[in-house]
């Protein structure tokens, strides 16, 4: 399966009868599926057409459509010759040059120059032919976004993985850390108490309790499966395809509380400032995981 990202651009171009149409698709990321269509005058019936097709390449993201035509019209004008004024200027002139004495000029140009002797329409075109020719337009600006939004999620995926593997190996140093830290704290309490109680011999049973205490306050094994969990949970997600990046977002929040709470835990300057490097990582995942559809 593959990742999309929801940013891309595409262009498709179709001519016919000496026009050219221009269908452009330009898209970002945003929570929902947001289509924004720009069509000339008497191309509005296209509008469920289009909608249809862009639902087929995208599921989510803003959609920016712009639909343009140029060229010669002239198959598509009509010129029509309005008889009954053209036959009441024909009358009024013959009434004019009668009572005047005038001679007559009554030809077809004269006729002609008068307003609204001629007429010209604009004839209507075949819808159905006309989106059967429109159609490869819009498929070919659809097809070359969709390429540039998959070459952009294989880049995508390829950064997370990345960022994913710094995550899981400072996880681990973490994990590698902790009994090394356990065992200073419980060395530490040891001197503070002997220090303390001076030559007053220590009771182990008391000691051993002090150190379980203590660890049992410092213990983040849950919050360490759990982000282990998350991580083959992640993996997974983006092996699935397209429509994960919801998916993909909840589960960076769920890193992050994890990850919070074992700093929480551990007061520690080193392995705070391991925590401060998987929430550094976790936020430019998170950035990446916003343009994933």
Known sequence: MVVKSMTGFGRGKIESGGRVWTVETKCVNHRYLDLKMKL????????????????????????????????????????????????????????LSTEFGLEEDNSTAVLASYPDVLIREQKKEDLDELWSLLEQAFDDALRSCDTMRRQEGENLVADLLGRLDIFTKTLDTIENTLPRLLEMREKNLQERLQ????????????????????????????????????IQQFQLFLKQGPGIGRKLDFLIQEFLREVNTLASKINDATIAHHTVELKSELEKMREQVQNIE
């Open 195 to 230: 220090k303390l109680l001076g030559n007053v011999q220590l009771d182990p049973v008391r000691l051993v309790q002090e150190v379980a205490v203590m660890a049992d306050k410092t213990d983040v094994t849950e919050e360490i499966v759990r982000l282990r969990c998350h």
């Open 40 to 95: 000339p005058g008497g191309y509005s019936f296209l509008e469920e057409k289009i909608r249809k097709k862009v639902s087929i390449f995208h599921h989510r993201g803003r959609v920016d459509l712009f639909l343009g035509v140029s060229g010669d019209f002239t198959d598509l004008t009509e010129v029509k010759a309005n008889l009954v004024l053209a036959r009441g200027y024909r009358d009024a002139l013959n009434a």
